[in-house]
């Protein structure tokens, strides 16, 4: 294999990642129509747009050079994500919206649990692995839940008072990296590997997760749905002009931020101050400084190097400066 992308890899698996999932679906049993009626209608409503459920596979390629055996993590990650992204549709206030024709939005919680933690832990437990394997990957989904809690709190919380590029980005790695580094290392600890690589591909996850975040980040900007000033978030990209922007500009920014929520026209000002030339160039430097932790870790892992290229790939399509 000389050349591979990860949407190569994607149109490959994604027909054995559904599959998967549909298998987990079952195994809850004839007793259980409504709940896996439920979930389909959350998975079918909730896609999503980028297709991530690579990771693993790329890992555990990476490690052995067959990603086939790493299609139950990628589907696992789909569920979690899944899961994980009507949670924060909730906490943006979207909570009383229905989702789909078929779903009102008490019965999507519900599946939504279902999908993030009921069937993860099923696929896990089905998998033909040594039952050590099996425990150890167990541990891992139970410690993210608990990291990825705690970021979201942070970030829903969103307390602008101290906020720095350093804070923020603590929380983007717990509540981002925190599911991107459980999903690495499951698919390390899939391949066997030594524990010393596995806590390598989980620190690789870390990175890797605080870089998706800020993608999102630049997303949500350019669609022009400015959900973040909508909801108060701290942003990386806010904690740049705070930390760095020039004398004054903390407390225009503050005033700012705190009365977004409820004004286009602030909104509209905050944003003209966080696209400032200077204040892109900061967090160009920082998403550089990031591509370039990953690729060092990459470089540290090595291994079948078709794999790896494609999530040097990867990393470079999320840290790109889009703004």
Known sequence: MNSLSYQDLHHKFAADIDAETAGALERLGATSSGTKNAVVGLLRH??????????????????????????????????????????????????STPVGDELGPHEALLASVVAGHVLPLQILRAL????????????????CGAVAA????????????????????????????????????MA????????????????????FGILWQLFNDQEDILSGRNEDLLNGTVTYLLACALEEGAPGTAERLT????????SARARNALTELLLAPANQHRYQRDLTAFREEAHRLLADLGGDEAYVTALRQLVDHSSRLYL
């Open 255 to 262: 005033d700012l931020h705190a009365a977004a929520r409820e």
């Open 128 to 143: 033909q692995a040594p039952e050590e394997v099996r425990g150890a990957l167990t541990t891992e989904a139970l410690t």
């Open 188 to 207: 390390a600890i899939l391949a066997e590997a030594p524990p010393e690589q596995i806590g390598l591909w989980r620190e690789f996850g870390h990175v």
């Open 46 to 95: 909730q896609q999503l747009k980028h297709p991530l459920s690579v990771l693993p596979l790329l890992v555990h390629g990476a490690e052995t050079g067959s990603p086939e055996p790493a299609v139950p993590i990628a589907a696992v990650h789909v569920l979690w994500w899944t899961s994980a992204c009507y949670f924060d549709d909730l906490s943006d206030g979207n909570g």
């Open 150 to 185: 705690e970021g979201q709190l942070a970030d829903i919380r969103g307390d602008l008072s101290g906020a720095t590029r350093k804070s923020v980005a603590e929380v983007y790695r717990g509540k981002s990296g925190a599911p991107f580094g459980m999903i690495t290392a």
